[in-house]
Nanobody, 126 residues
Framework: QVHLEESGGGSVQAGGSLSLSCLAS????????MGWFRQDPGKEREMVAI????????QYADSVKGRFIISQVNAKYAANLQMNSLKSEDTAMYYC???????????????????WGQGTQVTVPS
């Protein structure tokens, strides 16, 4: 079993920055996919950013490219999401997700991620 611990989030004015962290523990493996998804009430969960720990490849939603940066933390089972130039439309519940099965690339489909954090709220007032 795998446990994901999230930290960070909060409220910031438009144009500001926030960071999120996710740390995995339990039955982890050195090659994994870890990322952040977000969800508004009544909407589907959408991919924000994903990193493949095998080679550091990253994927971003078009809406956050150039503003958000996902990185692995010192080769640990953890990832950070640095969110800059935040907009009101970034307001959502953010969830960390991880997949420790052997993969050559990471999926952007939330259904392909078996492990999830509890979620952390990010609010950017309009």
């Amino acid at each position: 079993q795998v446990h994901l611990e999230e930290s960070g989030g909060g409220s910031v004015q438009a144009g500001g920055s926030l960071s999120l962290s996710c740390l995995a523990s339990g039955d982890v493996w050195s090659r994994f996919c870890m990322g952040w998804f977000r969800q508004d009430p009544g909407k589907e969960r959408e991919m924000v950013a994903i990193i493949y720990a095998g080679d550091g490849r990253t994927q971003y939603a078009d809406s956050v490219k150039g503003r958000f940066i996902i990185s692995q933390v010192n080769a640990k089972y953890a990832a950070n999401l640095q969110m800059n130039s935040l907009k009101s439309e970034d307001t959502a519940m953010y969830y960390c997700a991880a997949d420790f099965r052997i993969r050559s690339a990471c999926s952007v489909d939330p259904n392909d991620y078996p492990y999830w954090g509890q979620g952390t709220q990010v609010t950017v007032p309009s």
